[in-house]
């Protein structure tokens, strides 16, 4: 029997307003499934000894904004051939207090350029129709159209030719927490899954995946009443994160 290649990955895990210690659980439980995999964790981005010398990435955040040292660094880890898998708010940037709402400040631009998106708002959760936008492509074949009750988010995107659109839902409205709430007069189109080039690397961004707990909205409130699960109650959803793990570690099927 020939060995089996070990695998080196590092899982970033961390921010505001969400219950990380769940995601982060289920993402390691995912990660479990391939043993060949060993798993390092952090809570930021700055932990560059661990991250570049692994196989690959996979980061849930909010609001976790990395030093322009480590996004310089990560851009040519990624150039050389790494891959990331990013979830939810990993393209976000947020600053509470503002008299017309949350504000989504262009703090990163170089970092947003790297991941392909920036996230600005998002509508209260309610059900969404989520499609796909290459059925023949294995990450999402064989997925039909699904519902989900999680954060849409509303993005803008540096540079967008340079996407491969997976997933994709159609929506106009207001998103009334935010500043910059009316989305009515621009393009219904929003991105939920894509794919985008970094030289010889890749990102695969995913949007879906909100979770909050009782305790994650400090200091804006010491008791959450409502637990949310969104995405992650759906069969779906585990099957997009399987399939993006075998694609973070090489596979092309």
């Known amino acids: ?54 196989d690959f990435m996979i980061s849930y955040t909010c609001d976790v904004r990395p030093s322009e040292k480590a996004q310089h660094e990560i851009r040519s880890w990624l150039t050389g051939g790494g891959r990331l898998l990013a979830l939810h708010g990993t393209n976000a940037a947020l600053d509470l207090g503002g008299s017309d709402g949350i504000e989504a400040p262009r703090c990163f631009p170089a970092w947003a350029a790297v991941l392909g998106s920036q996230f600005v708002a998002h ?17 999402t074949a064989g997925i039909a159209p ?21 997933i994709y839902t159609r929506w106009s409205g207001e998103a009334p927490s935010f500043a910059e709430s009316d989305w009515r007069n621009v393009s ?14 890749a990102v695969l961004y995913n949007t879906l995946g909100h979770c909050r707990g009782h305790w994650d909205m400090e ?13 992650w109650q759906l069969p779906q959803y585990y099957e997009l994160l399987r399939r993006s793990i075998r694609w973070a570690m090489g596979s092309a099927e």
């Open 219 to 231: 200091p804006i409130a010491d008791w959450y009443p409502q637990v949310e699960r969104c995405s």
């Open 188 to 201: 219904d189109r929003h991105l939920v899954q894509y794919l985008h080039p970094v030289g010889d690397g």
């Open 1 to 54: 029997m020939s060995p089996v290649r070990r695998h080196t990955a590092h899982l970033v895990a961390g921010g505001r307003f969400h219950d990380i210690d769940f995601a982060r659980r289920e993402l390691l439980a995912l990660l479990a499934e391939h043993d060949q995999v060993r798993t390092t964790v952090s809570s930021d981005w700055e932990d560059l000894d661990r991250s570049l010398s692994s």
């Open 123 to 139: 509508p209260p959760i309610t059900p969404y129709l989520v499609e796909m936008a290459h059925g023949d492509h294995w990450l």
């Open 146 to 166: 699904f519902e989900v009750g999680d954060e849409l988010y509303l993005m803008e995107y540096p540079d967008p030719d340079s996407l491969e659109v997976l």
